[in-house]
């Protein structure tokens, strides 16, 4: 196998290792997950998952840039919108269209920061700044829409999302998370100058 090959082939190895986590940390939570899940999961060896992550706090480090790459691609596609109210309608669409998966699990970076938030590790700080980037994101948004109050709109609306992310989950109602992206795409139009 060539050098490049054989990186190529660990880089991808090792996404499938973070991306599974992520997926596995949200479906079980951090505490109940083990190596051996993951490594399931992501369809490798348990021994193999030891050389790239020598521990658990390793694969939610990762699991953590994982989301936070799922969270620049979504931004990218977003983006493609012209007008920022559209882009803040399709990114409340993306969440309705994950009801179901919400109602399962509830919401991926929400769980898992709620989770981390009870350790004293500092891996809550991770999970804070890959929020804190959607946030910034969407009080830019409400910024282009010449929004004064672009900060405070930016925290209502993912309050919104994770609220309704919650509610969803509690009573595994799907129905509650589209009636409320219903209700929120129309409060983002009556925002519009």
């Known amino acids: 196998m060539t050098d490049s090959v054989e990186s190529a082939s660990k880089a991808g190895k090792r996404e499938r290792l973070a991306a599974a986590a992520a997926r596995v940390f949200h479906e079980q939570g951090v505490e109940k997950t083990t190596i051996a899940d993951i ?9 193999n998952v030891y050389y790239y992550f ?15 790459r799922a969270l620049r691609k979504l931004i990218t596609v977003l983006e493609q919108h012209d007008a920022p109210q559209d882009r803040l309608k399709a990114l409340v669409r993306s969440w309705v ?3 179901d998966i919400a109602a399962q699990f509830g919401c991926p970076t929400g769980t898992l ?3 981390l ?16 980037e959607l946030i910034d994101w969407v009080e830019r948004q409400f910024a282009a829409m010449s929004r004064e109050d672009a900060d405070e709109l930016a925290v209502a609306l993912i309050a919104a999302y994770q609220g309704i992310s919650l509610l ?3 009573f595994h109602e799907p129905e509650l998370m589209l009636a409320e ?13």
């Open 113 to 115: 920061a709620t989770e």
């Open 181 to 193: 992206g219903r209700r929120l795409e129309r409060w983002i139009d009556s925002l519009v100058s």
């Open 168 to 170: 969803t989950n509690t």
């Open 97 to 99: 269209d994950q009801r």
């Open 39 to 47: 490594a399931r999961s992501a369809e490798v060896p348990v021994g």
């Open 117 to 132: 938030g009870k350790r004293a590790d500092g891996l809550d700080r991770a999970v804070a700044a890959g929020l804190r």
């Open 54 to 68: 020598k521990t658990k706090d390793q694969l939610v480090e990762a699991a953590i840039t994982a989301q936070k």
